[in-house]
């Protein structure tokens, strides 16, 4: 029970911390008709950000361990960034309203916003 309460934590805020990020910063756009449409579209966009991140980062962080070292973590922003981009084209893809304009600096300070927003509201949310 614990594991689903986290999972629906996790999902949650960062369906918050997407819909956030698409008022706050220019380029990131939902384009949706109802209240509906757009929950359930921040929703699935949360799943599949989480989906691209569990299954890409660890192979991006080894194979990319060197470049990790030598800019001190800093090529972490670009990683995330591409993500992010790579979320939205498969946003697209599946045919949900959802959109960034570009790498630079849509892609990367939605994943940054995104992030920090998702750790602030997990860790408020996760109190026992």
Not at 72 to 87: E, K, M, Q, S
């Amino acid at each position: 029970m614990d594991f689903l309460k986290g999972l629906l934590i996790r999902v949650g805020s960062t369906a918050v911390a997407f819909w956030l990020a698409t008022l706050l910063i220019p380029g990131i756009s939902l384009d949706s008709d109802s209240a509906t449409e757009t929950v359930i579209t921040l929703v699935l966009v949360a799943v599949i950000f989480g989906v691209v991140n569990a299954a890409l980062q660890p192979i991006i962080k080894t194979v990319g361990c060197g470049f990790y070292l030598l800019t001190l973590g800093l090529i972490a922003l670009v990683v995330n960034g591409l993500l992010f981009l790579l979320t939205s084209w498969i946003a697209g893809e599946a045919g949900l309203p959802f959109h960034v304009d570009g790498f630079w600096p849509e892609a990367v300070l939605g994943a940054l916003f995104v992030g920090i927003v998702t750790w602030i509201l997990g860790a408020v949310l996760d109190r026992d």
